[in-house]
C-alpha cells in the first residue's frame, strides 16, 4: 500500500528582478528550477527519507506535498485514509524558534487545529485534548498556559509535533526536524517521532541532511542532488552498497567513532548554482567516475536490484 | 492574546519607573488630558457661550498683575473670554483630534499595511505607490487641500460642525502611509516564518491569519509611531488652525487660540497667546518624551 505517489514533479520559480532593473540593466527573466522532474512514492505506514546538500530542494518537496507551494508540472496523489478522504499531510518545521507564534499561549498554538478543523465541539473538550496532546509528547499539561520563549528547542519540537498531531493527520512532513537540535535533544525528539509512528500507524516523509539521523528513522531513501533524485533504495541497501558517485560521497562524510582517521576521498568543487546548472549529469563537474557523455545526456533512472539509480557509470 | 505578556508588560513596567523623564511626562499628560476631559466641571466660564462673555471685563492681564480681577487667573482676551477656560476648552479639542486622526490613520494604515505586505504583488505595489505619491507631497499642503476642498463641498451650515471632522481626515491622509509602510515590512518578515506556513497548512483564513498571527508581532514598531504621531497630529492640527483653515473661533483649539493671540501680540496683550502657546508645547514636549521613552524601552539592543 502506499500513502503517497509523486510521479514527474517539478517547481521552478521566478527569481527575475524587478521589471524596471531588468529593463534598465537589460538582464533577461531568471528562473530557478528547484525540483525537476522527481518521482517517488511513500508506502502507508511507512517512511522515506529524502537528504541532500543544502539548496537541493528538499524543502521545497516538503512544501510541494503539503500543498504549500502548487506544482509546476507533475502530479501527487494521496492514497484515501481512514475516513475515505484523501489523506491529508502535516508538517513539523526545521526551525522551532520560528514555527510557534511567539505572541500565543502554547495551549492556544496546539488548539488551533482543533478549533480551525471543528475536531472538537466544546471548550472542555478542546482542552482536555491538548493536555492530553501535551502529555503524549512529554510535557506537562501546565506547560499550555506557558508563552514559546519559556521552553528550550527541544520542549518546542515537541510543541511543534504536539501541533501537528492535533489535526490528526495520518501523514506527516518533516522538514529537518532536528537539524537546529542539540545532538543528545536530537535522539529523544527521533525517539518520540519512532513511538509515534507505532502508536498512531503514521506515515512519514522525512528529510536531512543527516545520513545518521535518517538511517534511525526511515525504511527508505532518496537521494537529492540539484533538484533531482539521483538515487532511492532501502536503507540497509543504501549503506551497503551505494551506487551512485553522490551517495558514495555522502556515505564517506559521516563521521566513523572506530575510525576518525581514515583515508577520506574529498570531494573537489562545491555545489553548482542551482540558476545555472551543468549541463547533462548535474554531478558531472564534481564525479570521480565522470565520462564524455555525462557532461551531454541526463542520465535516466534505472531499476539495479531494488535500487533505482540515475548515472551512466553504474 | 493581542496584548503584551506579563514578562514583557513587566519589564516595560520597570523601564518606565527607572525614567524619570518618561515618569515626569506621563503625569504632566495624564493631568493635561485630564483636565481637559473635566473643562466643562473645571472652567470658570465656557467660552462657547457668548452669553457668558463680559466685555466689562475683556483685556484683563493675569491674576498676578495689579489689574487682574478673580476668578480670571490667566487674564481675558478682546472678547472677554477667560484664557484659562479657552485653554482647557482648546486642549480637549486638539486631544481629541490627536486621537482620533492617530485612530484613524492606525486602522487604514494597518489594514493597507497588511494586506499590501501579505499578499504582495500587485496589490502591494498599487497601494504602496499611492502611499509614496502622498508621502511626496507635505503633509501641510494635502491638509491645506483636503480641508479648503471638502469644506467647500459642505454645506455652510455645517462647516463649523464639520471642521474637526475635516481635520481628521486631512490629518490621516497624510499619517497612515507611515503605518503602512511599517507594518507592511513587518508583514513580509512574519509571512515567511513557519507559525504562518503551520496556519496556511491548517487553511486558516487569510483574514485570520493577518489579524490573530501577523498582526500581533507587528505591533511593537507601531506602537512608537503612534504615540510620536499624537503629538505630531496634535501640531498639524495647530499649525492648521494658525494658517485660519482649522477649528473657527467659535470652536477654538489651542491652534486658533495662538493664531486670534497672534494678532494683539504688539498690542501688550501677551497673555492671550503665550499661555495656549505654553500650554501646546508642555503637551507636545510630553507626548513626545513618553514616545523616546517607549521606543528606547521596546527596543531589544537598549534593553
Known amino acids: ?314 | 492574546m493581542i496584548s503584551l505578556s506579563l514578562i514583557r508588560k513587566s519589564d516595560l513596567w520597570y523601564s518606565f519607573t527607572r525614567s524619570r523623564s518618561a515618569m515626569v511626562a506621563a503625569i504632566v499628560l495624564a493631568m493635561l488630558i485630564l483636565t481637559a476631559i473635566f473643562a466643562p466641571l473645571i472652567a470658570p466660564q465656557n467660552p462657547y457661550d457668548p452669553a457668558q462673555l463680559d466685555m466689562w471685563k475683556s483685556e484683563l492681564p493675569p491674576i498676578w498683575d495689579q489689574l487682574g480681577e478673580w476668578p480670571y487667573v490667566l487674564g481675558t482676551d478682546t472678547q472677554g473670554r477667560d484664557m484659562l477656560s479657552a485653554i482647557l476648552y482648546g486642549t480637549r479639542i486638539s486631544v481629541v483630534i490627536g486621537i482620533a486622526s492617530v485612530a484613524l490613520s492606525l486602522l487604514v494604515g494597518l489594514s493597507l499595511g497588511l494586506v499590501a505586505g501579505y499578499f504582495g504583488g500587485v496589490v502591494d505595489n498599487l497601494l504602496m505607490r499611492f502611499g509614496d505619491v502622498l508621502l511626496s507631497i507635505p503633509t501641510i499642503l494635502i491638509a491645506i487641500l483636503v480641508s479648503t476642498v471638502v469644506r467647500q463641498m459642505l454645506p455652510p451650515e455645517l462647516r463649523d460642525v464639520g471642521s474637526s471632522a475635516v481635520l481628521v481626515l486631512a490629518i490621516t491622509l497624510s499619517g497612515w502611509v507611515q503605518y503602512a509602510r511599517t507594518v507592511r515590512a513587518q508583514t513580509i518578515v512574519e509571512r515567511s516564518k513557519e507559525y504562518v506556513q503551520a496556519a496556511r497548512l491548517l487553511r486558516v483564513p487569510a483574514r485570520r491569519i493577518m489579524v490573530r498571527h501577523i498582526l500581533p508581532n507587528t505591533l511593537t514598531p507601531i506602537m512608537v509611531a503612534a504615540t510620536l504621531n499624537f503629538g505630531m497630529a496634535i501640531l498639524t492640527e495647530a499649525t492648521l488652525s494658525f494658517l485660519g483653515i482649522g477649528m473657527p473661533p467659535g470652536q477654538p483649539s489651542l491652534g486658533t487660540l495662538i493664531r486670534i493671540g497672534n494678532q494683539f501680540l504688539f498690542s501688550g496683550l501677551w497673555w492671550i497667546v503665550l499661555f495656549p502657546v505654553l500650554q501646546l508645547c508642555l503637551l507636545v514636549v510630553s507626548v513626545n518624551l513618553l514616545g523616546d521613552w517607549l521606543r528606547d524601552a521596546l527596543n531589544p539592543k537598549l534593553r
Open chain 1, 1 to 314: 500500500m502506499t500513502a503517497l505517489t509523486v510521479t514527474h514533479l517539478s517547481r521552478t520559480f521566478d527569481v527575475s528582478a524587478s521589471w524596471l532593473n531588468r529593463v534598465v540593466e537589460r538582464k533577461p527573466r531568471q528562473f530557478l528550477q528547484a525540483v525537476n522532474d522527481i518521482s517517488f512514492t511513500v508506502p502507508l505506514g511507512g517512511c522515506l527519507s529524502l537528504v541532500g546538500e543544502s539548496g537541493c530542494g528538499k524543502s521545497t518537496v516538503a512544501r510541494l506535498v503539503t500543498g504549500l507551494y502548487p506544482p509546476t508540472k507533475g502530479d501527487l496523489r494521496f492514497a484515501p485514509g481512514k475516513k475515505g478522504d484523501a489523506l491529508s499531510a502535516q508538517m513539523i518545521f526545521q526551525d522551532p524558534y520560528a514555527s510557534l507564534n511567539p505572541r500565543w499561549r502554547v495551549k492556544n498554538i496546539i488548539a488551533e487545529p482543533l478549533r480551525e478543523l471543528k475536531l472538537r465541539d466544546t471548550k472542555a473538550e478542546v482542552t482536555e485534548r491538548v493536555e492530553e496532546l501535551l502529555r503524549i509528547v512529554g510535557l506537562s499539561p501546565t506547560d499550555g498556559a506557558k508563552f514559546p520563549h519559556e521552553f528550550s528547542g527541544g520542549q518546542r519540537q515537541r510543541i511543534s509535533i504536539a501541533r501537528a498531531l492535533a489535526s490528526e493527520p495520518e501523514f506527516l512532513v518533516c522538514d529537518e526536524p532536528t537539524s537546529a537540535l542539540d545532538v543528545s535533544v536530537q535522539a529523544q525528539i527521533l525517539n518520540l517521532m519512532r513511538r509515534l509512528q507505532d502508536e498512531l500507524g503514521l506515515t512519514y516523509l522525512f528529510i536531512s541532511h543527516d545520513l545518521s539521523v535518517v538511517r534511525h528513522m526511515s525504511n527508505r531513501i532518496a537521494v537529492m542532488y540539484l533538484g533531482r533524485i539521483v538515487e532511492e533504495a532501502d536503507t540497509e541497501t543504501l549503506f551497503a552498497d551505494p551506487k551512485h558517485p553522490y551517495t558514495k560521497l555522502l556515505l564517506q562524510t559521516i563521521p566513523d567513532i572506530a575510525n576518525p582517521h581514515r583515508d577520506r576521498e574529498v570531494a573537489a568543487g562545491e555545489v553548482p548554482s542551482p540558476l545555472n546548472p551543468p549541463k547533462g549529469c548535474t554531478f558531472h563537474p564534481r564525479c570521480p567516475m565522470a565520462m564524455a557523455c555525462c557532461s551531454i545526456e541526463i542520465p535516466q533512472m534505472r531499476e539495479i536490484g531494488g535500487t533505482r539509480v540515475a548515472c551512466h557509470a553504474v
